[in-house]
């Protein structure tokens, strides 16, 4: 009999390219997704999929599944900045109700679950790169803090059950992630560039520009996250690209990818948006010989054609 994988928030960037390979690899998939930042071309390809099944369903509200479920990947919530910002209390209500609701049905359908966190938990982070037993800076009623709290609190609820009612459960720390399926009004760097940098309009950095990120592709992150839901490791793992750049670096690349004739101009820096972000992934190459394998200008050049095409 197949198994049975459910995908919240999986018509969403990452989610979408998740229902892809568990299709790919013969599983059946449920596809939960309200829609609130998600959309149904993601996964309109799988539509006609037998294996594959799409249900509109805010998770933050009880969810009623029949039949066997083997695993469940939480992937539901707004995700960019300009998401959470714009839907604070449904992202804190996804972290927190979304999650107690998707842990409930693990317990009730003894299925391994798989929680999407992030490299917010960190916050602004005082070390870097930033190894897992890392606590964290941040500031919890910042307007970001909508975001960083409600992974927090995921983390805590999903040890919690674990804990007291032996679920199987697995944590995922996903650092900054790119490629096709992204939205061009996401609001995050990249898309940001390459959409101002093809339209050859002004690229806005906010801030200095030094500030870094280090950025994955979405077929390395999806590799990962499988490789840690097929292991046995319950503690949070970091799952991203260690090499790091400034944002004003990877805005020149971009232009000079796409052939542009934009200008880089400064704005403000938003607040409590961190400085560095780079993960360490010592235990990810430990214990699930994972690495990240797509360089950077292969994979800005497969989204800048994602892009082009749209």
Known sequence: MKKRVIITGGAGFIGSHLCDLFIGRGY?????????????????HL??????????????????????????????????????????????????????????????????????????VYGDPLVNPQPENYWGNVNPIGPRGVYDEAKRFAEAITMAYRR???VDTRIVRIFNTYGERMRANDGRAIPNFINQALENKPITIYGSGKQTRSFCYVSDLVSGIYKLLMSRENLPTNIGNPNEMSLLRLAKNIVRL??????????????????????????????????????????????????QKK
């Open 28 to 44: 059946k998939v449920v596809c939960m997704d309200n829609l609130i930042t998600g959309s149904l071309d993601n996964v309109r």
């Open 47 to 120: 539509l006609r999929d037998k294996n594959f099944e799409f249900v509109r369903h805010n998770v933050s509200e009880y969810i009623d599944l029949k039949g066997r479920v083997d695993y469940i990947l939480h992937f539901a919530s707004p995700a960019s900045p300009i998401d959470y910002l714009k839907y604070p209390i449904q992202t804190l209500k996804v972290g927190s109700l979304g999650t107690h609701n998707a842990l409930g049905l693990a317990k009730a359908k003894k299925a391994a679950i798989l929680l999407a966190s992030t490299s917010e």
């Open 164 to 166: 007291v009612h032996r």
């Open 258 to 307: 796409t052939g542009s004739r934009s200008k880089i101009i400064y704005e403000p820096l938003p607040i409590d948006d961190p400085k560095v972000r780079r993960p360490d992934i010592a235990k990810a190459r430990r214990l699930l010989k994972w690495k990240p394998k797509v360089g950077l200008e292969e994979g800005l050049l497969k989204t800048i054609a994602y892009f």
